[in-house]
């Protein structure tokens, strides 16, 4: 086959490509608030919420950040998004489950921070907002799970919720309207070596 044909039937196969991608496009004609689940053992799922934070900032929008269980505060993208003054960046936690060892204090803390997160999904100036690690809280049982799904499913039409954390329930995946799990294939951690600025804190 000479470099003429590869070429044409290159061209007639990304015309016909062009004509499917340029229908979904045509259907996709709603508008609305999304909720996006990000879950699965890999790495990335807050990385991929602050990457939306990101684009939200950009297009001007109001976000808020909740993050649940985590007590760090010297993370780059809270030293980075703070710095905004459309994000409102809540650290939530007292560390992991497994650093607290308290399961009363877990349980209070988580409804303290979901009081927090209840203001931001009631708020339409909320363009965004991301509840980071919300499912070990509601796999844990530290907060009411309906309790939780009728807050955000409750939320102000246009406002995008983020929620981050692995094993997602069922319920939370129904509700969701794009749920992606991270698979955990090879990760640094393993071979023993610690987190690293820039790329995990």
Known sequence: MTDTDKNTRHQARMARKKAVIDASIARADQEKGLLLVLTGNGKGKSSSAFGMVGRSLGHGMKVGVCQFLKSRTDT????????????????????FTWETQNREQDIATSQRG???????LADPSYAMVVLDE?????????????????DIAARPAMQHVVVTGRAASEALRDLA???????????????????QKGVDL
């Open 177 to 195: 309207d794009t749920v992606s799990e991270i698979a955990d294939v090879k990760h640094a951690y393993r071979d023993g070596i610690m987190a």
């Open 76 to 95: 780059g993208e809270e030293a980075f998004f703070s710095r905004d003054p459309k994000v409102e960046w809540h650290v939530l936690g007292d560390g």
């Open 114 to 120: 979901w009081v927090v997160a209840q203001r931001m």
């Open 134 to 150: 919300l499912t070990y809280l509601l796999n844990y049982g530290y907060l009411d799970a309906d309790q939780v799904l009728d």
